[in-house]
């Protein structure tokens, strides 16, 4: 094994709830993982030394809801957006015509820059929906080409019914063969619970049919009005129930006494001039809050996790605390992992050195790429 130590850490933001915070730090990192935390002039020896000049580090980001499997442009609704249509998520069926039609390789190419992207603003790690093929074969392929891109996949056939085929009639398919034959390519399963997409009982129907395939469950729920999808969420066990814009204090109150995160998507309110959910609310409750990006196509194209902390900061009543917090341990959350948004002994050494000497800076100031270098299982991405 090789160790290394970094350490003139300006603030080591390790994310451990015994010790979140330290000054003038270092960290070293062996085989991967990270082997110990602590102020600089407490440090190990290693057999590598890396200095950060006084640079804060935090954990890799953890975005935990993306949808990264798709073709297509979506411009011209964004600009009907910008001049005063609202968003009616109705534009999912213009990307569900465009995926079909690419072929593997083009799905895969876009994909992967997309996470390349991500990489080089401090994600680490990332989940990956299918949900733009709508066909059997289709939504397997999709998720086939998520797997060569991350182990967090989520099956998301039930994201809105395709053109042409009655409600009913899908939801059959997508809780049978369509379920059958992506199961094997995913880990999660998700269920667009919302007006226009699926109803609550259609929703269960799903969901409990993924469950009983090994798959865990995760919903959208809540984005662009209220109903039954966050305290479907809560019933069932899922690890998240993600939006959450549209808030009952019933669905407060079930997110507070589940284990279910609540994961916050401020990309898709900013691209859609929607409301933004209330944060403060929900941590206030001792909830669980995770954010992510929801990078797609259609409502929030954007693959930056430092952009939504800032918008969570300034919109949405976090503290740049509660945001990084979010932005990291609450998506490992999100995806049922101990292993990576931290930095504890033990965790995965994912971890991001800013160009600033503390995270603060990521809300302070906002669309500077401040991210200087990436760390993922400790070895320095180029």
């Known amino acids: 094994m090789t160790s290394m130590v970094i350490d003139g850490i300006g603030v080591l933001y390790t994310g451990d709830p015994e010790r979140a915070e330290i000054e003038d730090a270092a960290l070293v990192v062996e085989d991967?993982?990270?082997?110990?935390?602590?102020?600089?002039?407490?440090?190990?020896?290693?057999?590598?030394?890396?200095?950060?000049?006084?640079?804060?580090?935090?954990?890799?980001?953890?975005?935990?809801?993306?949808?990264?499997?798709?073709?297509?442009?979506?411009?011209?609704?964004?600009?009907?957006?910008?001049?005063?249509?609202?968003?009616?998520?109705?534009?999912?069926?213009?990307?569900?015509?465009?995926t079909r039609q690419a072929g593997d390789a083009e799905l895969a190419t876009r994909a992967a820059a997309l996470v390349r992207e991500m990489l080089a603003q401090g994600t680490?790690?990332?989940?990956?929906?299918?949900?733009y093929g709508l066909t059997v074969e289709d939504e397997r392929r999709c998720l086939e080409i998520a797997?060569?891109?991350?182990?967090?996949?989520?099956?998301?056939?039930?994201?809105?019914?395709?053109?042409?085929?009655?409600?009913?009639?899908?939801?059959r398919l997508v809780a049978g063969e369509m379920l059958q034959a992506c199961a094997p390519y995913a880990k999660w399963v998700d269920v667009f619970c919302e007006r226009g997409a699926f109803d609550g009982d259609?929703?269960?129907?799903?969901?409990?049919?993924?469950?009983d395939?090994?798959?865990?469950?995760?919903?959208?729920?809540?984005?662009?009005?209220?109903?039954?999808?966050?305290?479907?969420?809560?019933?069932?066990?899922?690890a998240s129930a993600d939006?959450?814009?549209?808030?009952?204090?019933?669905?407060?109150?079930?997110?507070?006494?589940?284990?279910?995160?609540?994961?916050?998507?401020?990309?898709?309110?900013?691209?859609?001039?929607?409301?933004?959910?209330?944060?403060?609310?929900?941590?206030?409750?001792?909830v669980t809050v995770a954010l992510a990006t929801d990078c797609n196509p259609g409502s929030s194209y954007t693959s930056s996790m430092p952009f939504c902390v800032a918008l969570a900061?300034?919109?949405?009543?976090?503290?740049?605390?509660?945001?990084?917090?979010?932005?990291?341990?609450?998506?490992?959350?999100?995806?049922?992992?101990?292993?990576?948004?931290?930095?504890?002994?033990?965790?995965?050494?994912?971890l991001v050195v800013l160009d600033a000497p503390s995270y603060v800076h990521l809300a302070y100031r906002p669309g500077v790429p401040l991210v200087h270098q990436v760390f993922q299982r400790g070895l320095l991405l180029e």
């Open 147 to 171: 797997t060569t891109l991350t182990d967090e996949t989520t099956f998301l056939g039930a994201h809105v019914v395709p053109s042409g085929m009655a409600a009913d009639d899908y939801v």
């Open 213 to 238: 395939a090994g798959l865990q469950a995760r919903v959208h729920a809540g984005q662009l009005g209220e109903g039954p999808g966050v305290r479907i969420a809560c019933e069932l066990g899922a």
């Open 243 to 286: 939006h959450c814009t549209h808030l009952t204090p019933a669905d407060v109150d079930a997110l507070a006494s589940s284990g279910t995160v609540a994961t916050l998507l401020p990309g898709a309110e900013f691209s859609t001039r929607s409301p933004y959910p209330d944060a403060r609310k929900l941590i206030d409750a001792g």
């Open 313 to 350: 900061v300034r919109e949405m009543g976090m503290t740049p605390l509660e945001a990084i917090r979010a932005a990291t341990y609450g998506g490992a959350r999100a995806l049922r992992r101990t292993d990576v948004g931290w930095l504890r002994p033990g965790a995965r050494a994912d």
């Open 124 to 131: 680490t790690t990332v989940e990956i929906k299918s949900g």
């Open 32 to 98: 991967g993982l990270v082997a110990w935390t602590g102020p600089s002039a407490e440090a190990p020896q290693a057999d590598r030394r890396m200095a950060a000049g006084g640079r804060a580090v935090i954990p890799g980001f953890v975005d935990s809801h993306a949808h990264l499997v798709f073709a297509g442009d979506r411009t011209a609704e964004f600009q009907a957006r910008m001049s005063g249509q609202a968003y009616t998520g109705g534009g999912i069926r213009t990307t569900v015509a465009a």
């Open 202 to 211: 259609q929703t269960r129907e799903i969901l409990r049919a993924g469950i």
